[in-house]
T-cell receptor, first 112, second 110 residues
Framework: TQLLEQSPQFLSIQEGENLTVYCNSSSVFSSLQWYRQEPGEGPVLLVTVVTGGEVKKLKRLTFQFGDARKDSSLHITAAQTGDTGLYLCAGVSYTGFQKLVFGTGTRLLVSP | NAGVTQTPKFQVLKTGQSMTLQCAQDMNHEYMSWYRQDPGMGLRLIHYSVGAGITDQGEVPNGYNVSRSTTEDFPLRLLSAAPSQTSVYFC?????????FGPGTRLLVL
């Protein structure tokens, strides 16, 4: 079983602060995705990264895929209260190419 | 487009009862999947399908059955519910790399 470990598990910050969430594994992934989930709803895809070293930006969110394709990070600049939610990383491995493996999640609370 | 729909939204079962969680999508996706979400454990893949008539097991398939007779529908059956199956169940469609999730079914097994 490929494990994706996220850190931190919980993050509480003030509006305007920056933060980084990490997603790490000992396995190599062909692609890695980041989802955001709000209470009572299903996860919503934010981004997919497929190339080692790839960096993608989505407004104030910056996603990076590690060179070795084993890890990823999500950086949020100037967090807003609307960024509050559960952030999940997920990966498709070469051995389980049709199966998506999820990390345990990072719960972010942004206070005004 | 309605996207991915799931019914029911909430269900209470007694141990040993059976039930079917319904999932439908109107995006003509071949790939569909079922996950369960438990506190502190993220989402875990139960079963998935790559097209009508083709299904396979995920990470936690025991106690669950699936079938895929049409592209649109992918029901999940619990044959004999157990308290360990208390969870939130999500259905998704799309591809392994890009999945669209339904709103979930919250299941409580007493």
């Amino acid at each position: 079983t490929q494990l994706l470990e996220q850190s931190p598990q919980f993050l509480s910050i003030q509006e305007g602060e920056n933060l980084t969430v990490y997603c790490n594994s000992s396995s190599v992934f062909s692609s890695l995705q980041w989802y955001r989930q709000e209470p009572g709803e299903g996860p919503v895809l934010l981004v997919t990264v497929v190339t080692g070293g790839e960096v993608k930006k989505l407004k104030r969110l910056t996603f990076q895929f590690g060179d070795a394709r084993k890890d990823s990070s999500l950086h949020i600049t100037a967090a807003q209260t609307g960024d509050t939610g559960l952030y999940l990383c997920a990966g498709v491995s070469y051995t389980g190419f049709q199966k998506l493996v999820f990390g345990t999640g990072t719960r972010l609370l942004v206070s005004p | 487009n309605a996207g991915v729909t799931q019914t029911p939204k909430f269900q209470v079962l007694k141990t040993g009862q059976s039930m079917t969680l319904q999932c439908a999508q109107d995006m003509n996706h071949e790939y569909m999947s079922w996950y369960r979400q438990d506190p502190g454990m993220g989402l875990r893949l139960i079963h998935y399908s790559v097209g009508a008539g083709i299904t396979d097991q995920g990470e936690v398939p025991n106690g669950y059955n699936v079938s895929r007779s049409t592209t649109e529908d992918f029901p999940l059956r619990l044959l004999s519910a157990a308290p360990s199956q208390t969870s939130v169940y999500f259905c998704a469609s799309g591809s392994p790399e890009t999945q669209y999730f339904g709103p979930g079914t919250r299941l409580l097994v007493l």
